[in-house]
């Protein structure tokens, strides 16, 4: 049998190949190489001044495409993309043979971490003028990334006067071997391996005073020492030092609208800030706006819901599909023109007070409760049963309603396909659940570049890639 053993290394051609022509014109490095030069950089903050004296910087255009190409395929870390710069040929082809070592891609990145959060907003413009994006059914979702920290810097009020009172008390022993040491071992050296000691517990302690004075200044729950921008999120990997990655995904092709980085554990109060965000994106107003129950926060849905955009979104208890119980808010009849409830026994219960957000209803007289065959499952309390109330509870109450829609169950089943498969392909596809770069700026900067990695992976499926290059140099 024959084999091919391949060409000398060593033999010199006479015309030697172009590295271009060593890359398909149908792949994909050809389409990233597109997007970039198809952006307008200066528009986004980048600053261009090829007569500026000093030493020559690196091209921001090749040095962006290096970065959004490497996150692509999950090669995020400096170093990997130095490696690949030497012995990836795509990379070689893409940044035109230049290898900025691993220090000046990670500067780069640290440097235009504001410019490189504003790309994924060019990415969808660019996507609305393709069509690809409608902006008529928006579904919002968030998900949880490590932040590069350790949960073990976290701190809060309880772990810091923990610690303060730790080392006031070994500073008390401390003082307290040394005047015993002076009196009678003076010669034996031992005050001055506890000065030392001494000298670091009270150094701990003003860092422990510093943090917790900022805890309580800033009203924080936690800081960590690490990334102070961080904060404690709970995800099924346990507790991590960590932020949310909010995005808002349109519902043709599933792409990707807006994308943020929130330094809060739930997604409570996100709904009306992210949707504003990605209608100012599209310059007009969704016509639906669709999430989780995990966003079911009235006064925020009804922020989206007085702009006349139809909101899709469960409450816990709609999500849960619970049935209520038997004394349930819900089978209490409320009495709008006397401003009261009705128990399921007749009996009523009037307003007693009111506060930024909730009405409160009491039974007229705590001895019909105590009295009541029902006492001991509708209430335990002794002074008998009280109800609150929204302040927007007919809001809530429509709302609810308005979910259980044909039309809206049918927008709500399309949410999981649609805004789910984003976060999946970024955090198993790329590997990526977890940010390298530290403070907000920062993480904001990665999110933005692995969204819009996505959105280029949907337009390179929809287009092809010979197809979306000539779109892109056409734009």
Not at 405 to 419: L, N
Request: aromatic share 8%.
């Amino acid at each position: 049998m024959a084999y091919r053993y391949g060409n000398d290394r060593c033999q010199g051609l006479l015309f030697p190949p172009s590295v271009d022509e060593s890359i398909k014109a149908n792949d994909p490095v050809r389409a990233y190489d597109a997007f970039i030069e198809a952006l307008d950089l200066v528009k986004i903050g980048f600053d261009f001044d090829p007569h500026k004296v000093g030493n020559p910087k690196y091209y921001p255009v090749i040095m962006l495409k290096v970065l959004v190409y490497g996150y692509s395929y999950g090669i995020r870390s400096s170093r990997k993309i130095e490696r690949a710069l030497h012995h990836n040929l795509s990379f070689i082809w893409l940044a035109r043979g230049l290898k900025p070592d691993h220090k000046t891609i990670a500067e780069f990145r640290r440097k235009y971490c504001r410019q490189l959060a504003k790309v994924l907003k060019q990415c969808a413009r660019i996507c609305i003028r393709l069509n690809l994006i409608e902006g008529n059914t928006l579904f919002l979702d968030g998900s949880k990334f490590r932040g590069n920290a350790s949960i073990k810097n976290s701190w809060d009020k309880k772990k810091a006067e923990a610690v303060l009172a730790k080392v006031d008390q070994r500073i008390k022993e401390l003082l307290t071997e040394c005047e015993r040491v002076d009196q009678s071992e003076e010669q034996n050296g031992s005050l001055i391996r506890m000065g030392k000691e001494l000298e670091d517990q009270k150094h701990l302690k003003a860092k422990v005073a510093g943090i917790l004075k900022e805890l309580e200044e800033e009203n924080k729950k936690s800081l960590n020492t690490t990334d102070p921008d961080s904060t404690r999120i709970n995800s099924p990997t346990g507790s991590n030092a960590g932020y949310s990655l909010q995005s808002v995904v349109d519902d043709k092709h599933g792409l990707i609208l807006s994308s943020d980085v929130v330094s809060v554990n739930n997604d409570l109060y996100q709904f009306a800030k992210q949707i504003d965000e990605a209608n100012r994106v599209l310059n007009k107003k969704c016509k639906v706006a669709c999430a989780d129950s995990g966003y079911a926060t009235t006064g925020e849905l009804a922020k989206i819901d007085e702009q006349d955009i139809l909101v899709v979104v469960p409450t816990q208890r709609q999500a849960s599909r619970k049935e209520p119980s038997l004394f349930a808010k819900e089978l209490f009849f409320y009495d709008k023109s006397n401003d009261c409830y009705i128990c399921p026994e007749g009996h009523t219960l009037t307003f007693r007070s009111t506060d930024e957000k909730n009405k409160y209803y009491k039974i007229t007289d705590y001895r019909i409760c105590l009295s009541c065959q029902h006492y001991g499952t509708c209430t335990r309390s002794g002074s008998g049963r009280g109800i609150s109330r929204l302040l927007q509870e007919e809001i809530r109450q429509r709302l609810e309603a308005q979910y259980l829609e044909p039309e809206s169950q049918a927008i709500y089943k399309r949410r999981k396909e649609k805004v789910e498969l984003p976060f999946g392909h970024i955090k198993r596809n790329l590997k990526a659940d977890f940010f390298l770069l530290r403070g907000l700026h920062g993480v904001k900067a990665e999110a933005s570049l692995l969204c819009t990695c996505f959105n280029l992976a949907r337009m390179v499926t929809i287009f092809g890639v010979p197809g979306l290059v000539q779109i892109l140099k056409n734009i």
